[in-house]
């Protein structure tokens, strides 16, 4: 039961994009299109924002996407704001308990 | 409205057991399964426990298996995690999260603190 990897921290300027890549096995990732990605800010409950690889969620901002190649899985932010700085992770389900990815932090410049 | 409240958190002492409840309002408790996932001070999300709507399967991580145990009472909606043979590395925020499909987490509790401590 390895996690997920992701970087640790990503950094854009308001406007820009970025991508949170999240790496796994065809044992999780790359077996199932079963990716998550959770928004979390300091001191509260984590938030889903992507849910089977690319779905937003309603009420989730459409410069949220997800894609998946292999067993990589990645977060797309456009349009960056202020209010996106925060930390991100990526799951998967695996058999057994799921698997989360060791979290990114995104600096908003 | 969808809520969940993670309760029992608490200051032990290695070795030492809690129960943590997890109490539920605004949904249908029975058809769904429910996560326990855990945040360290500083540090990711760990999923610890997964239990089936039905209760019928359990699934928990390497670093907890034969010490907790996930269930759930369908007639009080709520979900339990009873946590033995406590350890430091126990310490954490620990979160309750239902499962609307297959592991998509999309409703969470505010969580609560378990230190393990002597």
């Known amino acids: 039961q390895s996690a997920l990897t992701q970087p640790a921290s990503v950094s854009g300027s308001p406007g820009q994009s970025i991508t949170i890549s999240c790496t796994g096995t065809s044992s999780d990732v790359g077996g199932y299109n079963y990716v998550s990605w959770y928004q979390q800010y300091p001191g509260k409950a984590p938030k889903l924002m992507i849910y089977d690889v690319s779905t937003r969620p309603s009420g989730v901002s459409d410069r949220f996407s997800g894609s998946k190649s292999g067993n990589t899985a990645s977060l797309t932010i456009s349009g960056l704001q202020a209010e996106d700085e925060a930390d991100y992770y990526c799951s998967s389900y695996t058999t057994g308990a799921g698997l989360f990815g060791g979290g990114t932090k995104l600096t908003v410049l | 409205q969808v809520q969940l409240v993670e309760s029992g958190g608490a200051v032990v002492q290695p070795g030492r057991s809690l129960r943590l409840s997890c109490t539920t309002s605004?949904?249908?408790?029975?058809?769904?399964?429910f996560h326990w996932v855990r945040q360290a001070p500083g540090k990711g999300l760990e999923c610890v426990a997964v239990?089936?709507?039905?209760?019928?399967?359990?699934y928990y991580a390497d670093s907890v298996k034969g010490r907790f145990t996930v269930s759930r009472d369908n007639s009080m909606n709520t979900l339990y995690l009873q946590m033995n043979s406590l350890r430091a590395e126990d310490t954490a925020v620990y979160y309750c999260?239902?499962?609307?499909?297959?592991?998509?987490?999309?409703?969470w509790g505010q969580g609560t603190t378990v230190t393990v401590s002597s």
């Open positions: 239990i089936w709507w039905d209760g019928s399967n359990k």
């Open positions: 605004g949904l249908t408790f029975s058809s769904h399964g």
């Open positions: 999260a239902r499962d609307s499909a297959t592991y998509v987490l999309d409703v």
